[in-house]
């Protein structure tokens, strides 16, 4: 059973960076595609990120060239770096995980976007909150 355990969340003043970490257990590294979303209060979940199995990313335009998805094989880890942090980014963050075949998760966000609806395992959620 695939597990995502989060931390790193905290409140940041605009401009500044911050760095979340989801550890993964239980689940197999070439079978998997990684995505953040996130959540501010009144909207839908968003995807802002995607690390398909084969190694190749999908950032979300409102993060993209900010923001970096990584996944640390060694510890079962995966990050997203936060940079240049504005207070539209405040929101609930959440990392997620869907069985996909290496490469076919990126085909699905190319021809569909970032959906919620595939990805069946996710992390408790943290909370970030960027002030002025």
């Known amino acids: 059973q695939v597990q995502l355990v989060q931390s790193g969340g905290d409140s940041v003043q605009f401009g500044g960076s911050l760095t979340l970490t989801c550890e993964m257990t239980g689940y197999s590294a070439n079978t998997y595609c990684m995505a953040w979303f996130r959540q501010a209060p009144g909207k839908q979940r968003e995807g802002i990120a995607i690390?398909?199995?084969?190694?190749?990313?999908i950032y979300a335009d409102a993060v993209k060239g900010r923001f970096t998805i990584a996944q640390d094989t060694a510890d079962n880890t995966l990050s997203l770096q936060m940079n240049s942090l504005k207070s539209e980014d405040t929101a609930m963050y959440y990392c997620a995980a869907g069985v996909f075949l290496p490469g076919r998760c990126i085909a699905t966000v190319q021809a569909f976007g970032i959906m919620r609806e595939n990805f069946g395992f996710w992390g408790q959620g943290t909370q970030v909150t960027v002030s002025s």
């Open positions: 690390l398909d199995s084969d190694g190749r990313k």
